[in-house]
């Protein structure tokens, strides 16, 4: 628009990241004629739905001494998309005496627009569609807030208010390879009355600051179906927040607090498949073949497991999840984001459930493509939950000997969570009920990372998550170990195996993750579809068990400067001890501001001079960590806890080394 030569608020990342969809998916709209003579917001952008869509009232720049002023007189702008409708309004669903059904305006491409001066946040609408099979009326699907009395069968959207002080708090996220990841189910993590909410949340926040961690994953809060308890992958309305954790509001409090003290946050977000109850179902009337809509697939692609699947080949809907990812980038200050079940979006249609089909979904790929080349041009982190090995994930996009066939480029996503390891490590080796079956050959090459493994060097790895915690897989490692105890009163190798795995995760190379509660030596199985409440008792039973999690946070972050060869990627083999008694592996992780030793023992044998060869460097290394200190726990034998450093010569040095533990040392 001519406008636009005086107006350059629009990022250049997000003009590139549109570009890019464009040339992949194609379809551009052209400018509403309209939009000659109405300058609000919703008529600066040429592509499909303007710049920032979900800004419904943005207002105008204007200028006053010079410096630029924003003013509101512009009322608030309605846009949706809706191509097999004839005729559409939108109502006012409560009565505010201000404004009434207004006509939209259709602009010749699918999508209706008109602006309701007297319109203001806080008011309810809906809107109207004259359909060749009826009237129909739906809901908003870019609304960043929603009707409030139901936790289903929702009746209308809300107008959100775009003001929100962020006081300034100028948060930096960390760069990837210092990132401790806490993952955490809102709705259990601090309950007060019935369901956790942001707020109540909040307060636990120093908690988590004192733990040590910089980055909160949020499991889904976007509004879904079912309990507002439950674990929220029955996506409804994929821009609003859901009213009962606290809304968009809430939200962007929560942000605000954890940037505060430190932490940035991260989303996840569900893309590959949509509820059966969603807003978007035959949303202008369309029924197709599959009885889903415009926003769906209508061919052999039309389902996954769960609920229908997104038409990525549709430029508006591909343009609607990238639009949801710029909006919690740059309105909610989110940080990261998680891809759950990215293999659904890249995969279907041959009649198999998507891990098993051969068949590759092009438009899904570049659509993953287009949004982490905007996720990345805002510096922020991302995550693919895939679970098939699939390394083209986390190649860039101009890597085009990565992709598939009919997408070239690398997906460009940070990382992918692990599930080579969890199963390789946390399964088959940490869990084994006799130590002396432990393989530190095949521990060592998981640890760092060797090909035989095949697993993704950009790896989230974890020892929990919600899935592998939960009662549809293994629980919880305590549990695991000592089933039937109590958290309580967890016994000698409950606390053991849980730490060790713990340690692992934070000592070996790229991005460590922690389950909520893990810290804490919960019991609780994450049961499906509703997990119980945490029980914030146990950060005072266990308390050792919190301050040993903090220490090796501690550590991984570098906090006391002695220790940053934790937070690099490189990483080497010093030892291995295969015996069937001896079960040791010493691994060095380098940096250039100074090395870290780790020494894991993975068996009941305690050594007084145990022997490490082969370290690079000779001179006095001090001991950080002792995994068997009775800090942590009385049941701990405290071996070895006298021993403050060693004297390393012609690369050689006796240790020191408890049972079933790891050692930590640095220069």
């Not at 390789?424 to 521990?443: E, G, H, P, W, Y």
């Not at 308390?543 to 550590?555: A, F, K, M, R």
């Not at 145990?610 to 049941?635: E, T």
């Amino acid at each position: 628009p001519t406008h636009c030569q005086h107006d350059t608020r629009e990022s250049g990342d997000r003009v590139m990241a549109l570009l890019i969809l464009v040339l992949l998916i194609g379809s551009v709209a052209t400018t509403p004629t309209h939009c000659q003579h109405d300058k609000t917001e919703a008529c600066r952008n040429p592509l499909l739905l303007g710049p920032q869509p979900w800004r419904q009232r943005e207002g105008l720049i204007s200028m006053s001494n010079g410096a630029p002023v924003r003013t509101y007189d512009s009322g608030v702008s309605f846009r949706v998309w809706a191509p097999h409708a004839t005729a559409a309004s939108v109502v006012p669903y409560l009565s505010n005496g201000r404004w009434s059904q207004t006509l939209m305006q259709s602009e010749n491409n699918g999508t209706f627009y008109v602006n309701v001066g007297n319109a203001q946040p806080g008011d309810s609408y809906i809107f109207k569609f004259l359909t060749p099979s009826g009237t129909v009326v739906r809901l908003d699907p870019r609304a960043q807030d929603i009707d409030p009395s139901v936790t289903t069968d929702w009746k209308y959207s809300v107008i959100h208010d775009p003001d929100f002080d962020w006081e300034d708090t100028k948060f930096v996220a960390p760069p990837p390879n210092e990132l401790v990841i806490y993952e955490l189910h809102l709705p259990s993590f601090n309950v007060q009355e019935d369901v956790g909410t942001f707020d109540t949340a909040i307060q636990k926040l120093p908690f988590l600051q004192k733990l040590g961690v910089n980055a909160i994953e949020l499991m889904p809060v976007a509004t879904y179906s079912g309990s507002a308890s439950g674990w929220g992958y029955s996506p409804c309305a994929p821009y609003a927040i859901l009213p009962k954790l606290g809304g968009y509001k809430g939200l962007k409090r929560f942000v605000r607090t954890a940037n505060k003290l430190g932490m940035g946050v991260f989303l996840d977000v569900v893309w590959n498949h949509a509820s059966d109850d969603n807003i978007l179902k035959l949303y202008d009337g369309f029924q197709g073949n599959t009885g889903n809509g415009i926003y769906f697939y209508d061919d052999s692609r039309a389902n996954t497991p769960w609920g229908p699947r997104f038409n990525f080949d549709s430029a508006p809907v591909s343009q609607y999840i990238l639009d949801s990812i710029d909006m919690w980038l740059k309105d909610y200050h989110i940080t990261g984001f998680r891809w759950d079940s990215t293999i659904c979006i890249r995969k279907g249609g041959d009649g198999k459930v998507c891990w098993q089909s051969n068949e590759n979904i092009d438009a899904g790929w570049k659509t993953m493509q287009a949004a982490n080349l905007l996720t990345k041009a805002s510096g922020a982190f991302t995550s693919a939950e895939d679970s098939q090995g699939f390394n083209d994930l986390t190649k860039p996009s101009s890597d085009k000997n990565a992709g598939i066939p009919g997408a070239s480029g690398g997906a460009g996503f940070t990382s992918q969570w692990s599930y080579t390891f969890y199963y390789l490590f946390t399964i088959d080796q940490l869990l084994l009920s006799d130590n002396s079956q432990a393989d530190m050959n095949k521990i060592a090459d998981i640890v760092i990372n060797k090909k035989n493994v095949g697993d993704d060097p950009h790896r989230v790895m974890f020892t929990e998550n919600h899935d592998m915690s939960s009662n549809q897989n293994h629980g919880r490692i305590p549990a695991i170990v000592n089933p039937g105890g109590s958290p309580y009163t967890p016994n000698y190798w409950a606390q053991k195996k849980a730490m060790l795995g713990v340690g692992i995760i934070l000592t070996a190379p790229v991005f460590p993750m922690l389950f909520y509660g893990q810290e804490m030596l919960s019991y609780a199985t994450f049961d499906f579809p509703v997990p119980p409440n945490i029980d914030w008792n146990l950060t005072l039973a266990n308390s050792g068990i919190v301050q040993e999690v903090t220490d090796l946070i501690s550590l991984r972050l570098n906090k006391n400067g002695n220790s940053a060869g934790l937070s690099s990627n490189t990483t080497s083999l010093i030892q291995i001890v295969n015996d069937d008694n001896d079960k040791i592996v010493v691994f060095l992780r380098s940096h250039k501001s100074g090395n870290v030793l780790v020494v894991v023992n993975m068996y009941e044998t305690a050594y007084s001079n145990y022997v490490v060869q082969n370290i690079p460097r000779d001179g006095v290394w001090h001991v950080r960590f002792n995994g068997d200190s009775k800090n942590y726990s009385s049941l701990f034998d405290n071996f070895g806890s006298d021993q403050t450093e060693v004297q390393v010569s012609g690369g050689s040095c006796s240790l020191k080394l408890p049972k079933y533990s790891i050692l930590i040392l640095s220069q």
